[in-house]
C-alpha cells in the first residue's frame, strides 16, 4: 500500500511563494511517476505538475507554466511543489499523486493520493 503526505500548505500574499513537500512510503519510489493535482469547492479536480519515475521528464498545465516547479528526490521518497509568483486564482486544495510508470510519457490516471493540504492565497 502507497501512503502519500502532503505538507507545506499554507496562506500567502499573491506574488509570494510556497514549496509543496509530498512524503511517500513506497520502498520502489523510483518506479513511481508522481503528479500534484488541486481542486477548488465546485470545480473537478485540475491537473497541475507531473514528474517521470527518473526525474527526468516533467509536465505542467499551462495555467502554472513557468511559476511552479516539480521536482523530487529518489533517495529520501519524497515529491516537491515549488510555487513561484501565486495568484489568488492557484487557491486550492492541492494533492500529491502516485502511479507505478517506469516508462516514457506519464500515466492517465494515478491509484494512489494523499489526503491534500489546503493552499490559499490572498489578493
Known amino acids: 500500500q502507497v501512503q502519500l503526505v502532503e505538507s507545506g500548505g499554507g496562506l500567502v500574499q499573491a506574488g509570494g511563494s510556497l514549496r509543496l513537500s509530498c512524503a511517500a512510503s513506497?520502498?520502489?519510489?523510483?518506479?513511481?511517476?508522481m503528479g500534484w493535482f488541486r481542486r477548488t469547492p465546485g470545480k473537478e479536480r485540475e491537473f497541475v505538475a507531473a514528474?517521470?519515475?527518473?526525474?527526468?521528464?516533467?509536465n505542467y498545465a499551462p495555467s502554472v507554466k513557468g511559476r511552479f516547479t516539480i521536482s523530487r528526490d529518489n533517495n529520501k521518497n519524497m515529491v516537491y511543489l515549488r510555487m513561484n509568483s501565486l495568484k489568488p486564482e492557484d487557491t486550492a486544495v492541492y494533492y500529491c499523486a502516485a502511479e507505478r510508470w517506469i516508462r516514457d510519457g506519464f500515466p492517465y490516471e494515478y491509484d494512489y493520493w494523499g489526503q491534500g493540504t489546503q493552499v490559499t492565497v490572498s489578493s
Open positions: 514528474i517521470s519515475w527518473s526525474g527526468g521528464s516533467t
Open positions: 513506497q520502498r520502489t519510489f523510483s518506479n513511481y511517476a
